[in-house]
């Protein structure tokens, strides 16, 4: 995901609700109502009790590498915890998500949780895990290896307590949120293995306290100079591919853009060239672009070529009853989980106009999508229990 990298305290998602179900638990009175119910009770004061357990997932999963397109080694690893905690029809899409259902006591609504795999970094990353007192340090720690325990938490804590739903509930390790992923793993989801299936949708990403419904849409490219290349001494003079990249990207750090709503650019990648005394033949550039404003997208997208990655925008109006239940959760736990903008797994359900938020996992992450990432553990059990409860209520009518 890409946020703000400090952010602050919890949430997260989970499931169920109990064998005798609560009407109308999506409403400010049913959550409180539902939070009352001694099973919901039991099954929160476990998220707590258990999340040393939570913490100590979510260093395993980060210490398994998950590269952008090279996400198999971890998924196997969700794979076999979807298994053993008794999730039911574990399998793996064309795409390489990992799925695993929890019955309902009905078969509405159909709710999904999710959690992506991937990383940043690249192979050969290392991806070993430090840890000093609350603070875990590794890449990935935040972004999105909380995620990913909040999700097993949520499965675990459900199969411990027996809480049960309404509705069923699939649980989602996706692949492809980072980078030139572009959401491959929820456009599978999405458009073939649970196509027309979906009522409800929620992504865990990262850390804090947040509830986003406003996708902020992404458009990346890759820009390549070609030239004949040749001997730096030799050739001396001959058009540098390396030179004309330099040009350009000094241009676009210099672009003005007219937007009401938060617009962005950025180089990311550059490469090119064989060796230090050689006019390469080829230089290129990875350029990410950012809003939720389509329009601001499309201003930008003139000056650039080659798009390589389309995430799309859009956003929920502020009495979305899914949004309305996120933020009548955190009241009844009583944290705060402010309404941001995020680019995430959830923009493509957004854009499908299936009723997405992206919440965050609890405890502060800092420095997302660096080496130096970190992650502070301090209180982060709420932000399981902020997971589970939202889960709940959103697994009612």
Not at 4 to 28: C, K
Not at 176 to 198: C, P, S
Not at 320 to 328: F, V, Y
């Amino acid at each position: 995901m890409k946020r703000r990298p400090d952010m602050t305290a919890l949430a997260l998602a989970v499931t169920g609700i109990l064998a005798t179900p609560v009407t109308r638990a999506q409403s400010p009175g049913g959550v409180a109502t539902l939070a009352r119910q001694p099973a919901v009770r039991a099954a929160l004061d476990t998220a707590r009790t258990s999340e040393p357990q939570t913490i100590a997932d979510q260093i395993r999963f980060c210490e398994v590498p998950a590269p952008p397109f090279k996400e198999a080694d971890r998924a196997g690893l969700l794979r076999a915890e979807f298994s053993r905690l008794g999730l039911l029809n574990v399998r793996q899409d064309r795409a390489g998500n990992v799925l695993g259902d929890r019955r309902g006591e009905g078969s509405r609504p159909r709710l999904v949780i999710a959690a992506h795999l991937d990383t940043v970094f690249p192979e050969g990353t290392d991806v070993r895990v430090a840890r000093q007192g609350n603070v875990l340090r590794g890449p990935g720690i935040g972004d999105n290896c909380r995620g990913l325990a909040v999700l097993v938490a949520i499965v675990r804590v459900m199969e411990q307590t027996g809480v049960q739903t309404t509705g069923p509930v699939t649980f989602v390790a996706n692949v492809g949120e980072e980078g030139l992923g572009d959401l491959r793993g929820m456009k599978a989801l999405f458009g073939e293995t649970l196509k027309d299936q979906i009522e409800r949708f929620v992504s865990i990403d990262n850390a804090g306290i947040h509830v986003s419904a406003t996708g902020t849409g992404s458009h990346r490219y890759r820009v390549t100079f070609r030239g004949p290349g040749g001997h730096s001494f030799a050739q001396f003079g001959m058009a540098n591919p390396a030179d004309a990249l330099g040009r350009a990207i000094a241009k676009i750090a210099d672009w003005q853009i007219a937007s009401t709503s938060r617009t962005t650019f950025n180089v990311g990648r550059i490469g090119g060239g064989t060796s230090v005394n050689s006019i390469p033949t080829e230089a290129w550039m990875e350029v990410d672009l950012r809003s939720s404003d389509a329009g601001a997208l499309t201003a930008l997208d003139v000056k650039l070529r080659e798009l390589v990655g389309d995430r799309p925008a859009g956003a929920l109006p502020m009495d979305a009853p899914i949004l309305t239940t996120a933020q009548a959760v955190a009241r009844t736990l009583g944290v705060p989980a402010a309404v941001s903008e995020s680019s995430s797994d959830a923009n493509l359900p957004i854009s499908l106009r299936i009723p997405a938020i992206s919440i965050g996992g609890g405890g502060r992450s800092f420095d997302s999508h660096t080496p130096s990432e970190t992650f502070d553990t301090t209180d982060s059990w709420k932000g399981t229990q902020y997971g589970l409860l939202l889960t709940l209520a959103l697994a009612e009518p």
